[in-house]
């Protein structure tokens, strides 16, 4: 073990390291030498790679020590760059045999831990660069799912009614589709029997029986405090609609988002989610006298 020092701006550093590791040791001079020596002070930290050097006064010059792995790091130092320099020196190897660039990572950083986190089966260690008040560091989270996502996209769907026509009926019961020259949707209600008519582009439309979707309701129902929501109206447009956000990554950008509608008709038996360009128009085929 030998300790290495150099003269730099007239202060002078001393580093302790094995002698194998000489050519490391004037990485971190030739690092220290770029920093404006009015900004070196006890306790200022140097960050090369994915390694952070902390510079301590002694005799009118400095000392650097580093993070304690053996101990503990977040509260104790060693001046022994021995571990430190080695794996700065096995870090740049790697990453220049793979040809990428690293990312720093500090050790002393915050670490958050989110309201009552531990409660959840999974949880995840995250990095984040603005912890508020310019702090860095660690969030320890519940781990985001596929399921937690698809959520809450669903949970930013609106369903607005659509009713241009101001028709007033009773219950919706079942749909019918007929695609002819126009792609029809024949919605018969206890009081009358509506037609709704695309006579346009109609991307896709998705028939589902009521049954499958019951997240989706009862993620509306919730949202606006009524769980009878669906039986106001047969006819709703979808804003914030996952099902549009789903197109557009199956046709790879080919449409734009706002060229796109999602209607979606909702009866006691079924739902249709229909993806169109164009707008339908309404059709009173029968009604009860």
């Given at each position: 073990m030998e300790i290495h020092s150099k003269t730099i701006n007239g202060i002078k550093f001393f580093i302790k390291a094995d002698n194998f590791l000489i050519s490391q040791a004037q990485v971190l001079f030739r690092a220290i030498q770029s920093i404006p020596p009015d900004k070196i002070r006890d306790?200022?930290?140097i960050e090369i790679g994915f390694s952070v050097f902390i510079c301590e006064s002694i005799n009118g010059g400095y000392k650097i020590v580093v993070p304690d792995y053996t101990n503990s790091p977040l509260l104790n130092t060693t001046d022994d760059l021995t571990i430190?320099?080695?794996?700065l020196f096995e870090q740049t190897e790697l990453l220049n045999y793979l040809g990428i660039d690293g990312v720093a990572t500090r050790f002393d950083d915050e670490i958050v831990i989110a309201k009552n986190?531990?409660?959840?089966?999974?949880i995840s260690l995250q990095r984040y660069s603005d912890l508020g008040k310019d702090v860095s560091g660690w969030c320890i989270e519940k781990m985001v799912t596929m399921d937690d996502f698809y959520m809450q996209m669903k949970k930013n769907e609106e369903y607005i009614i659509?009713?241009?026509e101001n028709i007033t009926f009773t219950s919706a019961n079942y749909t019918e589709i007929i695609e002819d020259e126009d792609l029809?949707?024949?919605i018969n209600c206890d009081d009358m029997t509506l037609e709704i008519i695309f006579s346009g582009i109609v991307l896709n439309y998705?028939?589902?029986?009521?049954?499958?979707?019951?997240?989706?309701?009862?993620?509306?129902q919730e949202k606006y405090n009524d769980k009878f929501y669906f039986r106001k109206n047969p006819v709703y447009k979808v804003e914030n609609s996952l099902l549009i956000k789903w197109v557009l990554i199956e046709s790879c950008g080919f449409y734009s988002e706002t060229d796109l509608t999602h209607y979606c008709i909702v009866t006691g038996q079924d739902v249709v989610d229909i993806i169109s360009m164009c707008e339908p128009t309404y059709r009173i085929i029968s009604a009860e006298i």
């Amino acid at each position: 073990m030998e300790i290495h020092s150099k003269t730099i701006n007239g202060i002078k550093f001393f580093i302790k390291a094995d002698n194998f590791l000489i050519s490391q040791a004037q990485v971190l001079f030739r690092a220290i030498q770029s920093i404006p020596p009015d900004k070196i002070r006890d306790g200022y930290k140097i960050e090369i790679g994915f390694s952070v050097f902390i510079c301590e006064s002694i005799n009118g010059g400095y000392k650097i020590v580093v993070p304690d792995y053996t101990n503990s790091p977040l509260l104790n130092t060693t001046d022994d760059l021995t571990i430190a320099l080695w794996v700065l020196f096995e870090q740049t190897e790697l990453l220049n045999y793979l040809g990428i660039d690293g990312v720093a990572t500090r050790f002393d950083d915050e670490i958050v831990i989110a309201k009552n986190v531990l409660e959840y089966p999974t949880i995840s260690l995250q990095r984040y660069s603005d912890l508020g008040k310019d702090v860095s560091g660690w969030c320890i989270e519940k781990m985001v799912t596929m399921d937690d996502f698809y959520m809450q996209m669903k949970k930013n769907e609106e369903y607005i009614i659509w009713n241009p026509e101001n028709i007033t009926f009773t219950s919706a019961n079942y749909t019918e589709i007929i695609e002819d020259e126009d792609l029809k949707f024949v919605i018969n209600c206890d009081d009358m029997t509506l037609e709704i008519i695309f006579s346009g582009i109609v991307l896709n439309y998705m028939y589902s029986e009521q049954g499958t979707r019951m997240t989706s309701w009862s993620i509306a129902q919730e949202k606006y405090n009524d769980k009878f929501y669906f039986r106001k109206n047969p006819v709703y447009k979808v804003e914030n609609s996952l099902l549009i956000k789903w197109v557009l990554i199956e046709s790879c950008g080919f449409y734009s988002e706002t060229d796109l509608t999602h209607y979606c008709i909702v009866t006691g038996q079924d739902v249709v989610d229909i993806i169109s360009m164009c707008e339908p128009t309404y059709r009173i085929i029968s009604a009860e006298i």
